[in-house]
């Protein structure tokens, strides 16, 4: 298999249909890189939902420019890119404590970035003993909003749609 596809393989899939941790990442205005630790959720192999705070950088930088790239760690030794052009689902989560957007990526590729012989650890949460059971609720609420929120709003986060 190649080592660059245009959708989610089978075994990504698998990880992020229920909902895992992720990097996004997006350029500034100054050409930077900025990346933000969030939540991403695959509604199938062509869409990955995730969410971002509001008035963050990353927000900010998807408004100007709807390319995006969600860098996905996850246990397996899955460690894959994921680069596509994301719009706007929702523009506030009921299900998150602060204000935060829900975004939709749609896939355009998708990066096996594992090497044979090195296991990288997952990105993962970790709250708190006294946090733990609400925070852990928070986020089956958060998964379950994205997966079923209606793509309502619709616009993308910029006009530029150039493919990777």
């Not at 930077?32 to 969410?51: E, G, H, I, K, S």
């Not at 860098?71 to 994921?82: H, L, S």
Request: glycine share 6%.
């Amino acid at each position: 298999m190649s080592r660059v596809v245009s959708e989610l393989p089978a075994a990504l899939w698998n990880v992020l249909r229920d909902g895992a941790p992720v990097l996004v990442l997006t350029a500034g205005a100054d050409g930077f890189p900025n990346a933000a630790f969030t939540y991403a959720l695959a509604l199938d192999a062509q869409r990955v939902r995730f969410c971002i705070d509001d008035g963050s950088s990353t927000l900010s930088n998807l408004r100007v420019d709807a390319r995006a790239a969600l860098q996905i760690m996850a246990a397996g030794n899955f460690v894959y890119i994921i680069k596509g052009i994301a719009h706007v689902v929702k523009a506030r989560l009921d299900a998150k404590s602060t204000p935060a957007a829900l975004y939709e990526l749609d896939v355009q590729q998708v990066k096996d970035q594992s090497w044979r012989g090195v296991t990288v650890s997952p990105l993962a949460y970790e709250w708190d003993a006294e946090q733990r059971a609400a925070m852990e609720a928070l986020e089956r609420a958060l998964y379950v909003e994205m997966r079923g929120a209606e793509d309502g709003i619709g616009e993308h986060g910029s006009l530029h749609r150039t493919a990777w």
